[in-house]
């Protein structure tokens, strides 16, 4: 019987233990294992056993750190990300307190509406959002005498695109974490005299904090991640290369270029990144999130 239950967590677990084991860990080593290597053409290329796979130890991710095409890649990233952040995130907290509030009307059909973007596959929005932003098609053009495909535009309007379809997903889980609060507590602060103002600023946002925490985390690893954007609007316009973010430089790489061992250098530069980010982002403010001193 003692041995039965000592063994059951193992079976329960061993799942979960093949997936990770079969599509992340087995993936990473492998990519590992083409950094680390490249192809050396003999002669002109031609003939059997003119074209060999050869070790090169880390020469390859020494190449992918110092690329210039790549960080280029990062800054644009950064611009984008500072502008999705502040703006996806602030209108899923404003959200999240507005259907909070104790005078709301319709909201459980103002939160189907927040969150219906979400919904949406990346690619199906934008190309919606695409076709509003050609000339020959967008009745914004009408409206406003702005080109969303400029060169100096073309970063708000993929922005756009993101915080359309992210801000439900956020908003979400802030409301969430809102109806889990007691409500006494809301009740304790309006017989103090406080207003739904204040109760949303002294008392529920701090309570949020955690929550707030999580969300831009997941939103900081999204943003390190897109992609599908600034592939989808590209056919579109002149204005976004190849190589407009990490990723789409990675997917030339191996499927454009066919350089299977430089993208997968440049794919374990980005994790890197990402993981640096992230994980350092959670430890300047995990005294606030966790109630640890950081």
């Not at 130890?57 to 190449?63: F, I, K, P, S, T």
């Not at 999240?96 to 103002?110: G, I, T």
């Not at 098609?137 to 993929?158: C, E, H, K, Q, Y």
């Amino acid at each position: 019987m003692n041995r039965r239950v000592k063994t059951a967590p193992y079976l329960f677990l061993t799942p979960a233990i093949v997936l990770f084991t079969l599509f992340l860990a087995l993936p990473v080593c492998y990519t590992f294992y083409l950094s680390m290597r490249r192809v050396k053409v003999s002669g002109l290329g031609l003939g059997k056993g003119s074209r060999q796979e050869i070790f090169v130890g880390l020469d390859n991710l020494a190449a992918a750190a110092t690329d210039g095409e790549l960080w280029a890649g990062w800054l644009r990233v950064l611009g984008y990300g500072a502008l999705v952040l502040v703006v996806m995130l602030g209108l899923a907290l404003l959200f999240a307190l507005l259907l909070d509030s104790a005078h709301v009307r319709l909201a459980r059909f103002s939160r189907i509406a927040i969150f219906l973007p979400y919904a949406v596959p990346g690619v199906a929005a934008t190309l919606l959002w695409g076709f509003l932003y050609l000339p020959s098609l967008s009745p914004l053009r009408a409206l406003l005498d702005v080109d969303f495909l400029g060169a100096t535009t073309i970063t708000f309007s993929m922005a756009n695109v993101a915080v359309w379809g992210g801000v439900g997903f956020n908003m979400l889980v802030l409301y969430t974490n809102l109806r889990a609060i007691p409500r006494e507590l809301y009740e304790a602060a309006r017989i103090d005299g406080a207003t739904e103002t204040q109760i949303a600023l002294r008392v529920k946002i701090p309570i949020l904090v955690p929550a707030i925490i999580l969300t831009t985390v997941f939103s900081v690893i999204a943003t390190i991640q897109v992609f599908t954007e600034p592939t989808t609007l590209r056919p579109l316009t002149n204005t976004i290369s190849s190589t407009w973010s990490p990723l789409m430089k990675v997917y030339r790489d191996a499927f454009v270029t066919g350089d299977l061992y430089s993208a997968a250098a440049t794919s374990i530069v980005i994790a890197a990144v990402s993981l640096v980010l992230s994980f350092g982002f959670l430890r300047v403010v995990r005294g606030r999130a966790f109630g640890e001193e950081s």
